[in-house]
Nanobody, 123 residues
Framework: QVQLVESGGGLVQAGGSLRLSCAASGRSFHLYAMGWFRQGPGKEREFVAG????????YGLESAEGRFTISRDNAKNAVYLQMNSLRPEDTAVYSC????????????????WGQGTQVTVSS
């Protein structure tokens, strides 16, 4: 069982930055691939970024490429999403998720989810 708790969301002006954190419980965090997803108002959930057990990363949003960076610290049981040059269209609830073995961009393949943290970017 893995419990995930996100933090770091908030209100920021366009062009600003936020760093989201996801704290995981459990002793096997290093065995889990971790993903960040987001769901904007009236939109479907979409894959933002993921990091596998070896630290390899995948980004799901063309618009986020070069602006967002995912990282993990297995010693702290945490995964992070650094978001720079934020845009109003980045406004969404951001959630982290965990799955054993291979990284996936499909939300349906993740076993554990956090409650989400709201990110609002004003123009």
């Amino acid at each position: 069982q893995v419990q995930l708790v996100e933090s770091g969301g908030g209100l920021v002006q366009a062009g600003g930055s936020l760093r989201l954190s996801c704290a995981a419980s459990g002793r096997s965090f290093h065995l889990y691939a971790m993903g960040w997803f987001r769901q904007g108002p009236g939109k479907e959930r979409e894959f933002v970024a993921g990091i596998d057990v070896y630290g390899g990363t995948t980004y799901g949003l063309e618009s986020a490429e070069g602006r967002f960076t995912i990282s993990r610290d297995n010693a702290k049981n945490a995964v992070y999403l650094q978001m720079n040059s934020l845009r109003p269209e980045d406004t969404a609830v951001y959630s982290c998720a965990a799955k054993r073995a291979r990284l996936s961009i499909k939300s349906s393949e993740y076993d554990y989810w956090g409650q989400g943290t709201q990110v609002t970017v004003s123009s």
